[in-house]
Structure formats: C-alpha cells, structure tokens
Nanobody, 123 residues
Framework: QVQLVESGGGLVQAGGSLRLSCAASGRWFSAATVGWFRQALGKEREFVAAVHWSGGNTYYADSVKGRFTISRDNRKNLLYLQMNSLEPEDTAVYYC????????????????WGQGTQVTVSA
C-alpha cells in the first residue's frame, strides 16, 4: 500500500550538515507514526527520530538530540531529517519507516520501510 524512498545521503565532513528526505506514496501518513532508523556497519539497527504525522509530536534518540530535527510536509507527503553537527559516529545507512502502532522507538512497530540511504561522515 505504501512505498517509501529515501534520498539525500552522501559524504560530509565532521561538523557538516545533511538533509534526508523520504517520499511516501499515497496519503497513508495521516494515520501513522513516521520515523528514521539507522544501521552502522557491524551494528544493529537503532532508532533515530520519529514524528506523529497528524499531531506533530516528535521523539529523538539521546545520541542525536539537539543536532537532528525531524519534520514533515503534509501537503507533499514528505518526511525530512535535518542533520547538523554531524559526527563520524553518525555514519550509517539511514532508513525511513512508517507504522500505526504505539512504541515509536521500536522497529517492530513499523510496517513500511524504505531502501535506505548511506550517510558517511569523515573526521
């Protein structure tokens, strides 16, 4: 029903910024929690940030608070992750996801996933 496609990843110097985008088909986001996860090489997938599409409540992992901002464009049905003050530890494949169940920090509660976009931060 819903297809998600991430874009905006790339290579950036430490301290730099990137903005990731996630395009979703349809208008299913209106009833969903949408979020970002990341998976570094050799690591498990971890929660980054999430937002309730309708209410706008946001949630962040402690590791990115104050540096990353999640937002969405209701008209365009786009999800964004603005990443500032990037660190080498942020290097990972970033995935956007959408779901309707509670527990936004747990990947098991998301039904749809994008293909991922690589973010590499050099020291």
């Amino acid at each position: 029903q819903v297809q998600l496609v991430e874009s905006g990843g790339g290579l950036v110097q430490a301290g730099g910024s990137l903005r990731l985008s996630c395009a979703a088909s349809g208008r299913w986001f209106s009833a969903a929690t949408v979020g970002w996860f990341r998976q570094a090489l050799g690591k498990e997938r971890e929660f980054v940030a999430a937002v309730h599409w309708s209410g706008g409540n946001t949630y962040y992992a402690d590791s990115v608070k104050g540096r990353f901002t999640i937002s969405r464009d209701n008209r365009k049905n786009l999800l964004y992750l603005q990443m500032n003050s990037l660190e080498p530890e942020d290097t990972a494949v970033y995935y956007c996801a959408a779901g309707t169940r509670s527990g936004q920090e747990f990947s098991e509660n998301y039904d749809y996933w994008g293909q991922g976009t690589q973010v590499t931060v050099s020291a």
